[in-house]
């Protein structure tokens, strides 16, 4: 598949996103995410 792609994740609180970060089991994909595309990721706090 090539092309372009968003993906928007949502977690309830910032410690929620750095639990999943370093989590055992996204540690396992990371380097298929790196070897298969490009990306930039950015965390936004609340919007109110």
């Known amino acids: ?3 372009e792609m968003v ?3 949502s977690f ?4 929620a ?3 999943w970060n370093a989590s055992p089991e996204y540690q396992d994909i ?3 995410r790196e ?3 490009q ?3 950015t965390a ?3 919007m109110d």
Request: proline share 8%.
């Open 1 to 3: 598949m090539q092309g």
């Open 7 to 9: 993906v928007a994740v």
């Open 12 to 15: 309830p609180d910032l410690g």
């Open 17 to 19: 996103l750095q639990r």
């Open 30 to 32: 990371i380097a298929l």
């Open 35 to 37: 070897a298969s595309s």
């Open 39 to 41: 990306q930039v990721m």
């Open 44 to 46: 936004y706090g609340p």
